[in-house]
């Protein structure tokens, strides 16, 4: 099994910036990406950004030059946020994609989430 465990959400205000992290543990074979979601309440689930084993990124374009995705190992990734806006408010799931011990079908695991409010 493969669990992730998303940390670092809050409130802030307008303006503020918030650090995501999330952290994967289990029977982890290899994993080719990760990433973040977000849902806000009455919408879908959407992309806000992933990152590959290479290094490459992909933003949604409502976060592009506000949001950075990083990883510094296998198996921890962040999302630093800054200039928040309220519509930025969700909860966001970690998000990881590749192949558990034992298993050979690439598959998608997610965190349980955690809630990001930008109010004043």
């Known amino acids: 099994q493969v669990q992730l465990v998303e940390s670092g959400g809050g409130l802030v205000q307008p303006g503020g910036s918030l650090r995501l992290s999330c952290a994967a543990s289990g029977s982890i074979f290899s994993i080719d990406d990760m990433g973040w979601y977000r849902q806000a309440p009455g919408k879908q689930r959407e992309l806000v950004a992933v990152?590959?084993?290479?290094?490459?990124t992909n933003y949604a374009d409502s976060v592009k030059g506000r949001f950075t995705i990083s990883r510094d190992n296998a198996k921890m990734v962040y999302l630093q946020m800054n200039s928040l806006k309220p519509e930025d408010t969700a909860v966001y799931y970690c998000?990881?994609?590749?192949?558990?011990?034992?298993?050979?079908?690439?598959?998608?695991?997610w965190g349980r989430g955690t809630q990001v409010t930008v109010s004043s």
């Open positions: 990152i590959n084993n290479g290094g490459t």
């Open positions: 998000n990881l994609v590749g192949y558990a011990t034992g298993v050979r079908t690439l598959t998608t695991y």
